[in-house]
Structures are given as C-alpha cells and as structure tokens.
C-alpha cells in the first residue's frame, strides 16, 4: 500500500469499490429473480442487468486499483464518475446509475415547477423503456461530479516527469503527490 496516496482518492476508492461491491449484490439478486421469473431465459431486460452486473463488479476492481494509487485506474474511474452523473426521466425512459453515494439535484417541470435534493449512501441502478414513464426530470449526482471533478484535477496535475513508474500516483521517493502551489526555485 503507498502511504502517499491522497485521502480523497481514499475516499473515491471506497466509494467505487464499496458501492460496487453492493451494486454486485443488488443487481445479482436483480437478475436471479429475473431469470427465475422468466423461466431462466435471457431477455433484454436480463441483458440490462448483466451490464449493471459488469459496471459494478468493474468498479470494485477500479477502486482496489485507486486505493493501491494506481494511476491508470484514474481513467476508468473518472468513466464510471460520469456515468453515475446524470438521472433522466423522460417519457418512456429512465435512466439511474449510482455506486457508494447520492447526493441528487433534480429539476421537476410540471404545472409547477420542484426543485428536489435527496442524499444517501448506497449502491443502485434503473433503466426502464416504456410507457409506465410518465414523468420529466432531470437530475444531476453532484457527488459523482464533484468526484470526477477532482480526479480530472489530479490526472492533469500528474505529469510523467512527477512519477516514478508510469502507473504510480505517488513518487516512489516521496510517497506525496507534488505540491502544485510551489514555485520552482533557481
């Protein structure tokens, strides 16, 4: 384990890899009962939730990788990040993704237009085409963009030169990221 490794990225890590790890669950007790209810045969919505499945478990080994500072984990979370950062429902879809928290901003137009904020920690996933979809909202996951955010921050403050190996976040010799406020001195 690299001791130099920034508790931020601590804290993404085990978001990730956490939130995957119970992700991994939801989705496989999802689809058994899918697959049970339809006789064990493969739907689209079973193929849904296999990709789900996949998402979560790719996570839990992206937040191992980011824990361990491994800087090219950085670039697939930073995927995953994004992916948690929307929530659309619109007439006939819907579409959620979200791993360790949510701290949810959602705009509700209707006769009268809602602003809803809603916060918690857990793992969870929706997807629905159809025409049980009645409702237009859009939301933003500021926890997922706060996130990516700040790995998109560090991955441009890591140049090769600042590095020991090419997939290291943290110098061997110093086990702390450069300081990006320090002013090269003559």
């Known amino acids: 384990m690299k ?4 508790r931020a990225v601590r804290i993404v890590s085990l978001l990730l890899s956490v ?7 939801i989705a496989s007790l999802t689809q058994f ?10 739907s689209l919505r079973t193929g849904l939730v296999g ?6 478990g ?24 994004a992916l948690q950062i929307p929530v659309i429902t619109i007439p006939n879809v819907l579409y959620e993704f979200h791993e ?17 904020f809603e916060f918690h920690f857990g793992s969870g996933f929706q997807i629905n085409f159809g025409s049980e979809v009645e409702q237009l909202v859009f939301g933003i996951n500021v926890a997922a963009l706060a996130a990516l955010i700040y790995l998109m921050r560090l ?7 600042t590095i020991g190996r090419p997939d290291d976040l943290v110098p061997e010799s ?13």
């Open 33 to 42: 009962e899918l697959l049970r209810q339809t006789g064990f045969h493969p």
């Open 3 to 6: 001791s130099g490794v920034p």
């Open 58 to 81: 790719f996570s839990i080994w992206i937040g191992i990788l980011l824990w361990q500072g491994r800087r090219s984990a950085v670039f697939w979370a930073e995927i995953l990040l």
């Open 174 to 186: 110093a086990h702390t990221l450069p300081d990006q406020s320090a002013t090269p001195q003559a």
């Open 155 to 161: 991955s441009r403050a890591l140049q090769p030169s």
């Open 19 to 25: 939130g995957g790890l119970v992700g991994v669950g």
């Open 100 to 116: 360790g928290c949510i701290a949810l901003i959602q705009l509700i137009p209707g006769s009268i237009i809602k602003f809803e």
């Open 51 to 56: 990709v789900f499945l996949f998402a979560f």
